[in-house]
């Protein structure tokens, strides 16, 4: 027994910035997000929450799977931007969208969050411990974001993406992921220092901070290490392969990662000049748009990879099953 895809759902912010209005924020211009990243404009959070945009994503891929949300048994969110230590977002989407049977809980692995997702459902799922999922990826990074640094301010928005998943005998093929903690500080964001009657400080909010050139070369190393183990481990090799979901963090990284697997920029759809960087949602809101925009067909195979903080990095092959 697999998994299977058997819909999805996205959930943008109303509002958006483009490159022209960051030049009134920080000392940027256009030329230099474009050409260095790809990114064009990115959707904020205004009245949405991290929680609101994983409901609506989460509704519209119970509908598009066409289940009722009682024949949900599992709900993995992927966030590293939650509106609440707790509950869950997870917790929130059950509520939301009267999941009753569902255990609910959070995953954090930043940008690789839904690749991890979609693995631990396949193991659930492959157990036989559950037979229905709901994958979410959702963030609001904009709220750890420090809006004076130019490095890190320009590649982030905000955005959810969900699939319903639900055990099949064919869909997914085989995963590749990993972590590197040691290398962890190259990305991240740190809460508050405790502050407590033994130990007073001022909790002073972290933001993200990004060596970004060293994120940069590891992600241009490990993903096409880790799809071509993943190809060599099921004995199939690029030509099998139709599509790339990869991670949308910046045009030049998935260039380059073409490149390294020599293969066509064709195979690797990307909607980050749009969106930017949202982080966990960036794989599953890509998704959404290919399924219901018809470009992946029934049969195709598929390969979603995600990178990013932890260090973390993942993959998974599929065979798209939806007519
Ligand atoms: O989701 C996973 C996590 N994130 C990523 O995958 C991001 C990976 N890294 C990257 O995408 C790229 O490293 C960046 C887009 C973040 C940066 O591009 P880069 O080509 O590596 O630029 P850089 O950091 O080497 O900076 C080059 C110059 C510097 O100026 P000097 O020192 O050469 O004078 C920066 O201060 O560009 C400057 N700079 C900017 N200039 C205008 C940095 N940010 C900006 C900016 N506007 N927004």
Redesign the pocket.
């Known amino acids: 027994m697999t998994l299977e895809i058997i819909g999805t759902g996205k959930c943008l912010p109303k509002a958006a910035i483009n490159n022209q209005f960051?030049e009134t924020v920080?000392?940027?211009?256009d030329e230099?997000?474009s050409s260095?990243?790809g990114i064009h404009k990115r959707h904020l959070a205004s009245k949405e929450t991290t929680a609101s945009m994983a409901v609506e994503a989460a509704k519209q891929a119970i509908e598009n799977a066409n289940i009722n949300a009682e024949d949900i048994e599992l709900i993995i969110t992927a966030t590293i931007s939650p509106d609440y230590a707790f509950p869950s977002t997870a917790c929130m989407v059950q509520q939301a969208v009267g999941a009753v049977n569902a255990v609910s809980m959070d995953l954090s692995a930043?940008?690789s969050g839904f690749i991890f997702a979609i693995n631990t459902a396949y193991a659930y799922i492959r157990a036989g411990i559950y037979k229905t999922a709901l994958l979410i990826g959702t963030e609001t990074l904009s709220r750890h974001i420090d809006w004076a640094d130019?490095?890190?301010?320009?590649?982030?928005g905000d955005g959810a993406g969900a699939a319903v998943v639900k055990s099949s005998k064919r869909g997914l093929i085989g995963l590749e992921q990993g972590s590197d903690g040691q290398k962890g500080m190259v990305?991240n964001c740190r809460y508050p220092e405790v502050s407590n009657p033994l130990n007073q400080r001022v909790a002073v909010p972290g933001y993200v901070q990004?060596?970004?050139?060293?994120?940069?070369k590891?992600?241009v190393k490990k993903v096409p290490e880790c799809i071509d183990a993943l190809l060599e481990k099921e004995h199939m090799t690029h030509a099998d392969i139709s599509w790339y979901l990869l991670?949308q963090?910046?045009i030049?990284?998935i260039q380059s990662i073409a490149k390294r697997l020599r293969e066509p920029l064709e195979k690797f759809p990307s909607n980050l000049e749009q969106y930017g960087?949202t982080?966990a949602a960036?794989i599953p809101i890509l998704l959404d748009e290919v399924h219901r925009s018809g470009q992946i067909k029934k049969g195709d195979k598929l390969i979603m990879a995600g990178?990013?903080?932890g260090l973390t990095w993942g993959a998974c092959l599929l065979e798209w099953t939806i007519d």
Request: with cysteine; charged share 15%; hydrophobic share 45%.
């Open positions: 960051l920080v000392d940027t211009s230099w997000i260095r990243t930043a940008c130019r490095s890190t301010c320009v590649l982030f990305l990004m060596e970004g050139q060293e994120v940069f590891f992600a991670h963090a910046n030049r990284i960087n982080s960036s990178f990013g903080g």
